[in-house]
């Protein structure tokens, strides 16, 4: 449960931080608060900042929204027994951790250019993914087994 | 349980907050982005200019940096206007703005253009301008954006902000928009060759000014 719930934390601080980049893309507010190195403006304005006719955080708000989503169902009570779910999250994580490898790649080698809230959206889903792979080798323990022996006493 | 998603909430909270007050304190549009100014002065600006002194024809365009077919006579036939008359010494371009009432940014991108242009990069910052003309579509205020396209055309961008937020340039645009009223500009693109004006039933082309210069050429006075 501790590792679904952590996922769940973790996800809403990136889907945040990708609804600001995401909002900045689409022109709300200012320039973008990146520190002095103004990597983000390099990042956000080269031809890497659209895939697919879309802002790249778009698909971080989509990404991350998913992930929370699948570990709030996943923490209902008759969800924490079943090992599906883990594997749910560690799937969804896996896919945006490698996207978020591939837009990495393209700030370090291609577009030459850090840009801080990516590095900071990177450091997240990396520990999604590392919590997830956790939960997958660690299954969920359900909170209302004392309810079991209850139930079958009464039926005996 | 309860306890977690109390947490799970007020952490969204104070992450919306956070969002929103870095949205709000990022910027907005500055003193350029206001109308047309109350006084005109004329600053002896004659429009930025693209190709040699001694070529024979001048073009004079008058530009809305929000319209449609501006962005389209600059992305299309600019590249090949350029490459077959301006970089031949045959023809010289000049752009002067005349941003037009129905477009809410135009005199806001024009400002953009001439702050880039003080410091000798307003040919990038209109190729910029005019390559992401999304902007122009969205509505949303494009303070932000534009400060990214300046930066990308290799502009300062401490000293963009503080001309754009001086709003530096109103006079001067406001200033090019009544000479344009004056030569009966009655649209965008407006382009004039060696003051007079010319009239196209569509939007012209590369031939068109290529025709043009030629004609020019071949009935100009010969030197004895």
Not at chain 1, 104 to 129: K, N
Not at chain 2, 106 to 120: D, T
Request: glycine fraction near 8%.
């Amino acid at each position: 449960m501790r590792y679904r719930q952590a996922i769940a934390l973790l996800a809403l601080v990136g889907l945040f931080v990708a609804l600001y980049l995401w909002l900045h893309a689409l022109g709300f507010g200012g320039a973008i608060k990146c520190g002095a190195s103004g990597g983000c403006e390099t990042v956000q304005t080269s031809q890497w900042a659209v895939f697919l006719g879309m802002p790249v955080a778009f698909y971080g708000v989509v990404g991350y929204l998913a992930i929370l989503v699948a570990a709030i169902v996943a923490l209902r009570p008759a969800a924490l027994s079943q090992p599906r779910w883990s594997k749910w999250l560690v799937l969804l994580a896996t896919v945006g951790f490698g996207f978020t490898l591939y837009l990495t790649y393209l700030e370090l080698f291609v577009i030459h250019a850090i840009c801080r809230w990516c590095i900071g959206s990177a450091v997240i889903i990396t520990a999604i993914w590392i919590v997830s792979l956790l939960s997958l080798k660690s299954p969920a323990i359900r909170t209302d087994h004392a309810t079991l022996p209850l139930q079958q006493g009464r039926q005996a | 349980m309860n306890r977690f998603y109390v947490m799970v909430a007020v952490l969204a909270l104070v992450l919306g907050i956070g969002v929103f007050a870095l949205l709000r304190t990022g910027g907005g549009a500055s003193a350029a982005a206001a109308g047309a100014p109350p006084t005109v002065v004329d600053d002896g600006f004659r429009g930025n200019t693209l190709g040699q002194e001694t070529a024979p024809v001048e073009i004079t365009e008058y530009v809305d940096f929000e319209c449609p077919v501006c962005a389209s006579f600059a992305t299309i036939q600019m590249p090949t206007i350029k490459e077959q008359l301006i970089n031949t010494g045959r023809v010289r371009w000049r752009f002067r703005d005349y941003p037009l009432p129905i477009h809410k940014y135009s005199r806001f991108a024009a400002h953009a253009a001439q702050c880039a242009g003080a410091q000798g990069h307003y040919f990038e910052m209109q190729d910029q301008l005019f390559a992401h003309h999304q902007w122009a579509q969205t509505g949303k205020d494009p303070s932000n954006l534009f400060r990214d396209l300046a930066k990308a055309s290799g502009v300062d961008v401490q000293a963009y902000d503080a001309c754009m937020e001086a709003g530096r340039y109103a006079q001067r645009i406001e200033f090019s928009r009544q000479e344009g009223d004056k030569l009966l500009v009655d649209g965008t693109p407006t382009f004039y060759a060696n003051g007079k004006k010319l009239e196209f039933r569509r939007l012209p082309g590369s031939d068109d000014f290529k025709a043009l210069a030629d004609s020019i050429v071949a009935h100009r006075p010969q030197r004895r």
